[in-house]
Structure formats: C-alpha cells, structure tokens
C-alpha cells in the first residue's frame, strides 16, 4: 500500500507539516509512505496552463505522485476560516488531472481545539468536486500541544505521536 501525505503549510515550522513528517515513522510494514512538501513550488493555477495536456513540470510531478498513490492523506491549517489559498491552489491543480477520481482520500486535524472546522468544510467540498472518494475516518482530529514539535522538525510529544499512530491505523485498516 502507497500512501501520499500532502501537507497544506508552506511555513517551517508547521505542526501540520510535522504531524505528516512523523507519520513516516509511525506506520505500519507493508505501507509505503510518500510525503509531499513542495507545495511552495506549484505555479498560481491557470487553466489555460493545462489546456493541452501538458500542466507545468510541478503539477505533472504532483499529478504523477497522487495517480501512484492508493490513497492521499492531507493535513492542512486554516486561515481566516477555510484553507490557505497556497494550499487551494494545489487542490485546483487536481481537478483536470482527474487523478483524484474515485481516489481514497482523509485529513487529520490538528488544529487546537474549536479550529480548523472551516478548512475541513472546505477540503470536504473540494475533495467532492474532484470526485475523491474520503474515508469513514477523514478528518481524525489529533491533539498537537503547542510546543509539540521537535527541533528536528517532527512531533515529540509522546500523547501526540500515540494519537497520530492510532489514526493512521485507523485510516489503514479502512483501506485494507
């Protein structure tokens, strides 16, 4: 099984980000895990840039890495009450690829308590109009305390780590 792990921050020191990078460590053998980090390099989309089939070199990386996948897992903050718009694009990007169709697909939160309601309504919306298909399980909120995150750029936080292992078996087990 291939999972990919989208990250929906473009800032360093993002929990989302972290929570993502533990995630490789955290699963199962037999689960391959691809994580991609390089939304920063996706071009502002504009439908005209794929009107012949041939996006710019990132989407077709990111389209490539989503079509190998056997189901994407995304962790995304949220700003001013719905996605960031970097993250947006990159979801715009997907929707004349087709790869997301019928595609399994999940979020974790880990947004503090009472946040990041309105970015999951939205990557709920969205994730309908490219026809993915969520998991039972999508939008697993798991608590990062603040501080949480390690220098090393992953979640140390041993109550935080446990609860993102369990979701990950979770979201697993429903796609086995």
């Known amino acids: ?91 715009d990007w997907t929707v004349g690829g087709g790869e997301m169709d019928g595609k399994p697909a999940a979020w974790i939160n880990v947004a503090a308590p009472g946040r990041g309601g309105g970015a999951e309504a939205t990557l709920r919306t969205v994730l309908g109009y490219v026809n993915a298909a969520p998991l039972p399980s999508a939008g697993i909120r798991v608590q990062v305390p603040h501080g949480a995150t390690g220098a090393d750029g992953m979640i140390a936080d041993a109550d935080a780590r446990d609860a993102l292992a369990q979701a990950l078996r979770t979201l697993i087990a429903e796609l086995r």
């Open 1 to 91: 099984m291939r999972l990919l792990l989208v990250t929906g921050s473009t800032r360093s020191a993002s929990t989302n980000s972290a929570a993502l990078r533990t995630a490789r460590e955290l699963v199962d053998d037999g689960v391959e895990v691809v994580l991609y980090e390089d939304l920063a390099e996706l071009p502002h989309f504009n439908p005209d840039d794929d009107a012949e089939g041939a996006p710019p070199p990132p989407v077709a990386a990111l389209r490539e890495q989503i079509a190998d996948a056997d189901a994407v897992i995304f962790c995304t903050p949220e700003y001013a009450g719905t996605l960031p718009g970097s993250f947006k694009n990159l979801l």
